[in-house]
């Protein structure tokens, strides 16, 4: 799955600048082989890998990766913030208001239209991110049936 010149883990943080520790190059391949993890599953993906670490010390790396662009964010509105490692893309999220499992979705139409926005207010903008909610299929028929 690993093309050869993928750079590890260790060297995309090293390349954004920050400090390579264990615990970070755990919490990025947690991120990114997970699926819209929460803070708590990321937590247990990185104790996993390393040993005990904080929870603090999860959400000060969460922190340098999101800000450094090698993860992101994304906060439903009442559910708690999720990290990926798909980043720079664009996509958007579609939430289940039942169970609150979150799935990408590309970005509408072709490259990254919803950021032209229809009025700027004269901000220069670098990111939308749309979240559309509605019911999963498991959610839909646990409850017709
Ligand atoms: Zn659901
Ligand atoms: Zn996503």
């Not at 970070?24 to 990114?32: Q, W």
């Not at 005990?52 to 010390?57: E, P, R």
């Not at 939430?95 to 032209?116: H, I, K, N, Y």
């Amino acid at each position: 799955m690993i093309a050869p010149n993928t750079p590890t883990a260790a060297e995309e943080l090293r390349g954004a600048g920050l400090r390579v520790t264990a615990a970070r190059v755990a919490l990025l391949e947690t991120v990114r082989s997970g699926d819209h993890l929460d803070v708590e599953a990321i937590a247990s993906g990185v104790r996993d890998r390393v040993g005990h670490v904080s929870l603090q010390a999860v959400y000060e790396a969460l922190h340098a990766l999101t800000a450094a662009g090698l993860v992101r964010r994304i906060e439903p509105a009442g559910s708690p913030a999720r990290y990926e490692g798909r980043v720079g893309d664009n996509h958007h999220h579609i939430v289940c208001r039942s169970c609150g499992v979150v799935a990408d979705v590309d970005c509408a139409v072709g490259e990254a239209p919803c950021l032209t926005a229809s009025d700027t207010h004269g901000f220069t903008i670098d990111e939308a991110d749309v979240i559309y909610w509605g019911t999963c299929p498991e959610c839909s028929t646990a409850r017709t049936s």
